[in-house]
């Protein structure tokens, strides 16, 4: 059978929080080692926040959140404060390929493991920092965390209703957005490395890999001197656009029409043709300067139909409709469920649960989740025997001296 494409790639995790984890992850995914090395000294936030298993907060293996993006990865716990805990992670390094943090900028090199360090150690390593401004310019040293980042990219700007304030994105977009940033660009690093031997270090400003996301409003800016006005579910360029309610108790269901033919065949679908040639609708300019009665009329249609019973009637038609599923009804989906994409690992302290999988699928080389999240410090034995090669005893000294903390 064919291996993964990082089959053999080993990479050091320095990361904690969300955005470098995902980044790791990935490259869990891909088929590489991923030994993550953390410390009781200062524990991941993600060990400690909810959802909990069955709703039972306790120990730092139980959360949700870290089992989710901590699948197929080692754990290796280390107390940097500690001069062998120090040399232990260089030494982590050196059997590495590629190593991954998400501190803020200079963090790694107030630890003593910044990327000039770490190259003398490994000459060929591939090192990337995640961090929230960059390793460069008189923000670098400042502490980002994923919702900030919305507001300092401009997301925040573009983000709410007509003649309201800025709104958040709903999420910490900024995390995984730059931890799969950070990914690319490793992958590119690789390749360099296979075709010259060479090794590089990878400055990632989570903050520009956000603002790459909004070119409508940073360029209309830079060219014009403005930005488009903030105008809740709407599109300027496509309607009907927005979320519509349905029958049902908050139950409701997203409606996009891209073009004129689209307008043409949706009419048809909600049995009513006419709208069509209707002077307020004919063109996307009409619909756009009566897009309040064209919604009420939208909404009257929806009211009385299931969100999947919209689905399917503007399905197909050829409209783009799908409801606004919950995080059950994501579970239960039976397209998702047929494609494979939950994965459900037996985890040492919480049993078995269904966790998002591999959003892709490779036909020569397999991906897949070999093992669920690590138990905190499951594998330090195992990180400093097999591949480090201490002893039983060497280890054991180790522990009694609270390095492996």
């Not at 036909?363 to 330090?380: H, I, M």
Request: glycine share 10%.
């Amino acid at each position: 059978m064919n291996k993964p494409p990082l089959d053999g790639i080993r990479v050091a995790d320095f990361c904690w929080a969300w955005a470098g984890p995902y980044g790791a992850l990935q490259f869990a995914h891909l088929g590489a080692e991923v030994i993550r090395i953390e410390s009781q000294t200062r524990p991941c936030p993600s060990r400690l926040i909810p959802p909990w298993a069955d709703n039972e907060k306790g120990g730092f293996n139980r959360s949700g959140y870290f089992n989710q993006y901590n699948q197929g990865k080692r754990s290796l716990t280390l107390n940097l404060k500690k001069p062998e805990g120090l040399e232990l992670a260089k030494k982590v390094v050196a059997k590495s390929d590629i190593v991954i943090e998400n501190f803020a900028g200079g963090v790694m090199d107030k630890m003593g493991l910044g990327y000039e360090v770490l190259r003398a150690i490994k000459p060929d390593i591939i090192m990337v920092s995640l961090s929230g401004y960059g390793a460069t310019g008189p923000e670098k040293g400042y502490v980002s965390y994923g919702p900030p980042q919305v507001a300092l990219s401009g997301m925040s700007s573009l983000t709410g209703y007509k003649d309201d304030q800025p709104r958040q994105a709903g999420f910490s977009y900024g995390d995984p957005n730059g931890g799969v940033h950070g990914t690319f660009a490793v992958m590119c690093a690789l390749l360099y490395r296979a075709k010259t031997g060479k090794g590089q270090y990878i400055d990632l400003s989570q903050r520009e890999a956000c603002a790459m996301l909004l070119p409508e409003g940073i360029m209309d800016y830079a060219m014009n001197e403005t930005q488009p006005p903030r105008n809740g579910n709407r599109d300027p360029h496509m309607a009907p656009h927005g979320v519509f309610r349905c029958k049902g108790e908050d139950r409701w269901v997203s409606i996009v029409v891209g073009n004129e033919d689209e307008w043409q065949r949706f009419c048809k679908a909600i049995g009513q043709p006419t709208l069509a040639t209707d002077a307020r609708f004919a063109t996307l300019a009409a619909r756009k300067e009566n897009e309040d009665a064209l919604e009420q009329i939208v909404t009257m249609w929806t009211q009385g139909l299931s969100p999947d019973e919209v689905t399917q009637k503007l399905q197909s038609a050829g409209v783009a409709a799908y409801p606004t599923l919950d995080g059950n009804d994501i579970l239960a989906n039976p397209h998702v469920t047929a494609r494979g994409y939950f994965v459900e690992l037996e985890h040492a302290e919480v049993g078995k649960r269904r966790h998002l999988g591999i959003p892709w699928k490779m036909s020569r080389t397999p991906c897949e989740v070999r093992r669920p999240a690590p138990l905190f410090g499951q594998d330090t034995d195992y990180v400093l025997g097999e591949i480090i090669g201490l002893s039983p005893d060497e280890i054991a000294t180790l522990r009694t001296n609270e390095v492996l903390v």
